[in-house]
């Protein structure tokens, strides 16, 4: 067996059968006709393994840019999968191609970014997307456009009816003059300053994400460990109701409401079960403390969803995606809790 601790930045120390790392064409179709157990991983900062794996897992490495096309306005640029995100954005706005500037610093692959259609700061993976490259399990490929892939909040057709597919690289297309994206509210200071740039945007995201959320480098974690749910007007209506500081957003004919805020206010924030602990400055991030198994953190987020549906009448689903023994377990079954059996 072979370590997975370098595969996932929880940090937790399950192991697979085999590993393969993924540089091109031939490791793409061994991976797709794979009949056995398998996993895809890029860099495992949005997985939690909970379990030995006896299988096969292909970790995504393949490198290259390309400019593909460039007009007066814009350049679409193909990343290959293995390419990593915060280096992608890095490189973009040291070529003075921008639109990609609020997605600073979120760890992990650009073949990962299309799976959950990744967002912060009012922006999202779908709004610079230009196409989305995969291999199909019978080993053909196809370059599909952003309206084909699905995307909505955390969600894409790579996460439904894709799922078995290979990501193998991604367009982006970047904007060669910066139209500034700083609606959202822990921006809107910038608004206030002269001759704004990309990289002003750039700085402030770093300011914020420093402040806010662990280092996986340091400390085990995966980002947020649950979606912000999104809930129907009469729900969000009573809520408001019963809790009138409840931040809610509009979500077309919905409702989002920030689940960091329902913990928090839940009176978790800081909270430690055994070696793991919801963080202390950002509720939604769930951490290993030091040595902590993967039981131990799927225990705490079942303490979390206790808590949050008994005080809310809410259901959190996780964003983190959940490996067993027998590969990526259905986000929606129940958290698999001590002493209860496997649970889905
Ligand atoms: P992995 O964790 O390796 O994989 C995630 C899923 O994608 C798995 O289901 C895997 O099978 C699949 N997958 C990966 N690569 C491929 C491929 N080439 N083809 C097919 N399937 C594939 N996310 C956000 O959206 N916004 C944030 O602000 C954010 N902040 C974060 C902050 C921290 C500190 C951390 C640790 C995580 C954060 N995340 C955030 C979550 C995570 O970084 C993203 O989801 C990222 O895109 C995951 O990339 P990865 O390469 O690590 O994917
Ligand atoms: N809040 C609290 N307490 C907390 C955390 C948040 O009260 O402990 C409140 C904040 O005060 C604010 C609201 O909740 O009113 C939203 O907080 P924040 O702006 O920090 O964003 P979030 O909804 O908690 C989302 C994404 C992050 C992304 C940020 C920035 C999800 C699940 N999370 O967090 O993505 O970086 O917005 O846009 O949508 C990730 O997916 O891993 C991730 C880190």
């Known amino acids: 067996?072979?370590?997975?601790?370098?595969?996932?930045?929880?940090?937790?120390?399950?192991?697979?059968?085999?590993?393969?790392?993924?540089?091109?064409?031939?490791?793409?179709?061994r991976c797709v006709r794979d009949s056995g157990p398998r996993l895809i991983l890029g860099g495992g900062s949005d997985v939690l393994l909970s379990e030995d794996f006896p299988g096969t897992v292909y970790v995504m490495a393949s490198r290259g840019i390309t400019v593909e096309r460039?007009?007066?306005?814009?350049a679409v640029v193909r990343f290959a999968a293995g390419e990593s995100?915060?280096?992608?954005?890095?490189?973009?706005?040291?070529?003075?191609?921008?639109?990609i500037e609020n997605l600073a610093l979120i760890p992990g692959t650009c073949g990962a970014a299309p799976v959950q259609n990744i967002g912060a700061y009012g922006r999202e993976f779908?709004?610079?997307?230009?196409?989305?490259?995969?291999?199909?399990?019978?080993?053909?490929?196809?370059?599909?456009?952003?309206?084909?892939?699905?995307?909505?909040?955390?969600?894409?057709?790579?996460k439904s009816?894709?799922?078995?597919?290979?990501?193998?690289?991604?367009?982006?297309?970047?904007?060669?003059?910066?139209?500034?994206?700083?609606?959202?509210?822990a921006l809107q200071c910038l608004g206030e300053k002269r001759d704004l740039s990309a990289l002003d945007v750039y700085d402030k995201i770093l300011e914020l994400r420093g402040d806010r959320l662990p280092d996986p480098a340091r400390i085990g974690n995966a980002g947020c460990f649950f979606q912000n749910p999104v809930i129907d007007?009469?729900?969000?209506?009573?809520?408001?109701?019963?809790?009138?500081?409840?931040?809610?957003?509009?979500?077309?004919?919905?409702?989002?409401?920030?689940?960091?805020?329902?913990?928090?206010?839940?009176?978790?924030?800081?909270?430690?079960?055994e070696r793991a602990a919801v963080w202390s400055k950002q509720a939604l991030v769930l951490v290993n403390r030091g040595g902590a198994r993967p039981q131990e953190v799927l225990d705490l987020a079942g303490i979390v969803t206790d808590r949050v549906r008994e005080r809310y009448g809410i259901?959190?689903?996780?964003?983190?995606?959940?490996?067993?023994?027998?590969?990526?377990?259905?986000?929606?079954?129940?958290?698999?809790?001590s002493g209860t059996g496997r649970g889905h």
């Not at 460039?70 to 814009?74: G, I, Q, R, W």
């Not at 995100?85 to 639109?99: A, D, F, I, Q, Y």
């Not at 053909?140 to 892939?149: A, D, S, W």
Request: charged share 30%; with cysteine.
């Open 1 to 29: 067996m072979k370590s997975l601790r370098p595969y996932n930045t929880f940090g937790f120390d399950v192991s697979a059968r085999d590993i393969v790392l993924m540089h091109g064409i031939e490791d793409y179709l």
């Open 70 to 74: 460039k007009t007066a306005d814009y």
């Open 85 to 99: 995100w915060k280096e992608t954005v890095e490189w973009c706005l040291g070529c003075g191609l921008s639109g």
């Open 126 to 158: 779908a709004d610079i997307c230009e196409y989305v490259e995969i291999m199909h399990e019978d080993g053909t490929c196809e370059r599909l456009p952003p309206e084909k892939c699905g995307f909505s909040y955390r969600m894409s057709r790579f």
């Open 161 to 185: 009816d894709l799922s078995g597919c290979l990501i193998t690289a991604v367009g982006l297309r970047l904007s060669r003059s910066f139209v500034p994206h700083i609606g959202y509210k």
């Open 233 to 273: 007007r009469e729900k969000a209506a009573e809520l408001q109701r019963r809790f009138p500081e409840m931040p809610q957003f509009e979500f077309g004919s919905l409702v989002k409401v920030p689940a960091g805020w329902l913990i928090d206010k839940a009176g978790l924030k800081g909270f430690e079960h």
């Open 315 to 337: 259901e959190l689903q996780p964003e983190v995606r959940i490996a067993d023994s027998r590969g990526f377990v259905d986000p929606k079954s129940p958290l698999r809790r």
